[in-house]
């Protein structure tokens, strides 16, 4: 779900009145004579929205120069749960104001007209999120615990964006989307799926029997994990992908970003796949000024499972329904069973029987 | 009765191929593609090789929870069921039923991560 992969795909066919109308919105709102492109190509990655990287020479205004630049727009089929590219717009901006390390937002559209759907423009940064490279590569492990500790930060300060903001009046109320009605969502899910999956629905009954009380909702980003930054060496460039931001308990960010399911190649550092929790708490703690409730983490590192799981089947949903041909999404549903395990070494005290 | 090789060994030929004679011949950013094709192959493979095997197992794990309880659900809708019934807490009232029923949990998912992904349940500390 990554957005500003550096490897570029070979060259896909933009029609050249797409070109044109792209080149004209861009000068007009950056207060540009002209755009002129060098490189329009799609980016590797977004699995849910589809990232081109376009490098243009503005000819006046704001950006006069040659920029680096990304066009966020949707792919073909989604899952329900993201954002229009509009709110996405809308919600790296709000980070952005906020001092949180993003790619700068720029310009949004939805006009059809301009590239065939809607989109928003923010700057390229640079350097990689390859989670696998980024939880193997033994050059950036002495700075790991440091980046886990900025990376603590940069989240409290995602959380010091709180509702009401009339910028973000789209986003769902947490009365909306709290931890009963995604158990609710959850149920609604499987209640559709042509398959059964008893170790999803004992979870969500732990889930709904183990609530956490109503917590202030912060902006949770709701995809906050390893995979989803950049790192240009060992120093982060930019929090990507925010189509999944909403309203919610602050340590639903932070349990996503602690579940086994985003620890790539290191299970056993439990925050990312980077570090120990300790120094990702720690620089949370101290730019929040507030305490990582630990049981209220364990409770939605046990959601993330479930949610994780869900999203899986929903991505080869993409395929098995909306017959987007793309065998990465059609496997990716395989990765559900992993959640459960998951949950059920999370949830049961006495572990598998000997004989499973 | 289907001739030799079988399927299974068959693909395990074709993945063997793939990898090693043209994965090499192809230009990095086909690799990727590549290697998904692969896993897709061997995923084939082991669930080709282990047949009906887990539906069985875990239809009869599930007629014995089932018994006990004396429902006597059709094994085709025993899944089904038993997703249902964990969804209420069903076995919370029944100890004995209760860890029958974390014990297919377990061994629904096991045997499912061994034809998917077997390294998953190697790094996780499974055999």
Not at chain 1, 121 to 129: H, N, P, W, Y
Not at chain 1, 162 to 170: N, V, Y
Not at chain 2, 60 to 84: D, M, Q
Request: with cysteine; aromatic share 8%; proline share 6%.
């Amino acid at each position: 779900m990554g957005s500003q992969r550096s490897e570029l795909l070979p060259a896909a066919g933009v029609a050249q009145d797409h070109r044109t109308a792209l080149a004209r919105f861009l000068a007009a709102e950056s207060g540009a004579a002209k755009v002129e492109f060098s490189g329009l190509a799609p980016l590797r990655g977004g699995a849910i929205q589809e990232n081109w990287a376009v490098d243009a020479r503005f000819f006046g205004g704001l950006l006069t120069g040659d920029q680096r630049l990304v066009l966020r727009t949707a792919a073909p089929t989604g899952v329900a749960a993201s954002l229009s590219r509009n709110e996405e717009f809308a919600v790296l901006k709000a980070a952005f104001a906020a001092g949180v390390t993003v790619p700068e937002p720029l310009f949004a559209s939805e006009d059809p007209a301009v590239f065939g759907k809607a989109f928003f423009v923010m700057r390229r940064v640079d350097g990689t999120a390859a989670a696998h490279r980024i939880t193997r590569d033994p050059l950036l492990d002495p700075s790991l615990p440091a980046i886990a500790g900025r990376l603590g930060r940069e989240l409290a300060r995602i959380h010091t964006i709180r509702p009401p903001r009339s910028g973000l009046a789209f986003l769902p109320s947490y009365e909306q989307v709290g931890p009963a009605q995604q158990i609710a969502g959850f149920r609604a899910y499987l209640d559709r799926h042509p398959v059964p999956r008893p170790v999803l629905e004992w979870g969500i009954r732990w889930l709904e029997t183990h609530l956490p009380p109503p917590v202030e909702p912060v902006l949770c980003h709701h995809d906050y994990r390893t995979g989803n930054y950049m790192l240009d060496g060992a120093n982060l460039t930019g929090i990507l992908d925010w189509e999944f931001a909403g309203w919610g308990d602050p340590h639903e960010d932070i349990g996503w970003f602690c579940c086994k399911g985003w620890r790539f190649a290191r299970l056993d550092r439990e925050a990312g796949g980077i570090a120990d929790r300790a120094p990702f708490y720690r620089g949370y703690e101290r730019e929040s000024g507030r305490m990582v409730g630990r049981e209220r983490v364990f409770f939605w590192e046990v959601l993330a499972s479930v949610r994780w799981a869900i999203i899986a089947l929903q991505q080869s949903d993409r395929y098995l329904i909306g017959g987007e041909r793309n065998l990465d999404l059609a496997l990716t549903g395989r990765r559900a069973t992993e959640c459960e395990l998951e949950i059920l070494m999370l949830l049961d005290p006495d572990g598998a029987p000997s004989d499973a | 009765m289907r001739d030799l090789p079988t399927g299974p060994s068959l693909l395990a030929l074709a993945r063997e191929v793939l990898l090693s004679d043209l994965l090499p011949l192809l230009p990095e950013q086909h690799r990727l593609e590549v290697r998904l094709v692969a896993n897709s192959m061997a995923i084939a493979e082991r669930e080709a090789e282990a047949a009906d095997g887990l539906r069985k197992a875990i239809a009869r794990e599930l007629e014995k929870l089932y018994r006990w309880t004396g429902e006597g659900e059709e094994p085709e809708n025993l899944l089904r069921c038993f997703a249902r019934d964990l969804r209420v807490d069903r076995f919370k009232g029944s100890e004995p039923q209760e860890r029958k029923a974390r014990e297919i949990l377990w061994q629904l998912t096991i045997s499912k991560l061994r034809q998917a992904n077997p390294r998953c349940l190697a790094a996780n500390g499974f055999r």
